[in-house]
């Protein structure tokens, strides 16, 4: 086993994710199967907000994924301006629509329990709003890529965007904390006793802690399997425009 | 870097070179709030500090791609980054440039357009003062937009994608300090918060806008 830095050759790269493309999606699609039907099925209703606690199984993976999506591409962004390889540069830019679509589903599932259990689809809430400029983020990243021609001024230039907006998206977070007060309820899985595995009272119950778990699983090797994919499609588009290249000098 | 500052604000100043329209662009704002929300007085006092300072960022807004865009068509600014000069300082000096030609008489025409707004009293003071302290960071952050996007043809609305999420702490933080100064409640907090995101801002975003400038000049 060599180190890491070994798959940032493309060629290496996309035969190790040949090798675990498969095995990966499918453990991801069983862990979201599974943890969404023993979700929405064998967990008994909450007391207080009926069926409707079950849209958590889809909000929380995805709002977790939202976030650590953009932590691994400012880490991916770093790689690539600190060791320039291309495959880091590739993964940042394979990961943002996937987080556009994360922070999404989290927004929509969000209103839609909100709803019945707010009264609102949407409040000027810390949480929501820090997820709505997220998104805008996202939107911005993704339109730099799309906007200039030259791949590595391309990569270049958003992995500064990436750097700046993390600094600026945890500015925002703050300021938005102070400039209204929140609807939205605090993180709740990893609570006292969620290492433990006792069931206290500030945690989620266990009835729904195991069947979340298996949806952030589920989502997590989701997400793996979508970048390792999407990166391998660059990787190929890129060499294909090389080869193209070459051809008409030729 | 005292040449430069003095040809960039000369360049502006001429006809053609775009002074004024930012703080038209800003009375235009200001003027058409009343006629969408209506002209009860009430309303206008508690919307004022909100409502001028989003005019007073999308008027700066409206500059951002001149301050860099016209000197990468023509050339100066290979020059420039072929000089002595250090391209931070290049970059520090255009923002400076971009404050003085358009958020300095912002600053200076706000308690104009706070009468058209009917601000309190005791909220002129606080206006001016958020103003004044909050402008350089648009200036800054927006040169470091500037120079993200300086390469791509109309890249103006880009620009504005791209910059108008990294205004939002400045944002709140300002319009937070106007209202509480209009509605004489304690400021202390973020009057810090907002002279910290400035000298931050002014301290750290320019190493960040010469950096991107010189990837885009490869």
New interface residues.
């Given amino acids: 086993m060599g180190s890491i830095w070994e798959y940032a050759n493309p060629v290496k790269f996309s035969q190790t994710v040949s090798r675990f493309l498969l095995p990966v999606a499918t453990i991801a699609a069983i862990a979201t199967v599974v943890g969404l039907i023993w979700g929405f099925f064998f967990t008994p209703d909450d007391y207080r907000q009926g069926a409707t606690v079950k849209i958590i199984y889809l909000h929380v993976p995805a709002a977790l994924m939202a976030i650590n999506i953009w932590f691994m591409m400012l880490v991916t962004s770093l790689i690539w301006l600190v060791r320039r390889h291309h495959v880091s540069a590739l993964a940042a830019k394979a990961a943002a629509p996937v987080g556009v679509v994360m922070t999404l589903i989290a927004l929509w599932t969000g209103a839609v329990w909100g709803q019945p259990m707010w009264g609102t689809w949407w409040a000027w809430d810390p949480r929501l709003t820090s997820f709505l400029i997220l998104f805008l983020f996202y939107l911005g990243y993704i339109a730099l890529w799309e906007a200039i021609d030259n791949p590595d001024t391309a990569a270049d230039l958003t992995a500064v965007l990436c750097i700046v907006g993390s600094v600026f998206a945890m500015l925002s977070r703050y300021a938005v904390n102070f400039w209204n007060q929140g609807l939205h309820q605090g993180a709740s899985i990893m609570r006292a006793g969620a290492v433990t595995g006792g069931d206290t009272e500030e945690k989620v119950s266990n009835v729904f802690f195991y069947p979340l778990m298996m949806c952030i699983i589920g989502f997590v090797l989701f997400f793996v399997a979508l970048v390792l994919l999407r990166t391998r499609t660059e990787i190929h588009k890129r060499r294909t425009r090389a080869l193209l290249a070459r051809e008409r000098l030729a | 870097m005292k040449a430069l500052l003095l040809r960039d604000l000369k360049l502006a100043f001429r006809a053609g070179g775009g002074f004024g329209l930012g703080i038209a662009f800003f009375l235009i704002v200001v003027i058409l709030v009343p006629f969408s929300v209506g002209p009860e007085s009430g309303l206008l006092t508690k919307i004022a500090p909100g409502v001028l300072w989003l005019g007073a960022l999308l008027a700066c807004l409206l500059s951002l791609d001149r301050i860099l865009a016209l000197d990468w068509e023509d050339g100066t600014l290979d020059l420039v980054a072929t000089s002595p000069l250090p391209l931070e300082g290049v970059v520090s000096v255009k923002a400076l440039a971009h404050w003085i030609t358009t958020g300095v008489p912002l600053v200076v025409a706000a308690p104009v357009f706070g009468v058209l707004l009917n601000l309190p009293p005791q909220g002129f003071v606080w206006l001016v003062a958020s103003l004044a302290l909050g402008t350089p960071a648009l200036s800054v952050i927006g040169t470091?937009g500037a120079a993200?996007?300086v390469?791509?043809k109309r890249?103006g609305l880009?620009l504005s994608?791209?910059i108008?999420?990294?205004y939002?702490?400045t944002l709140?933080?300002g319009a937070?300090l106007a209202r509480r100064g209009a509605e004489g409640q304690d400021v202390t907090?973020?009057l810090l918060?907002l002279a910290g995101?400035t000298f931050g801002v002014i301290a750290l975003?320019p190493f960040?806008s010469a950096?991107?400038l010189r990837?885009?000049l490869?």
């Fill in positions: 470091f993200l996007t390469g791509i890249g880009l994608l791209l108008l999420p990294l939002v702490p709140i933080f937070e907090t973020p918060m995101i975003l960040a950096l991107v990837m885009n490869r």
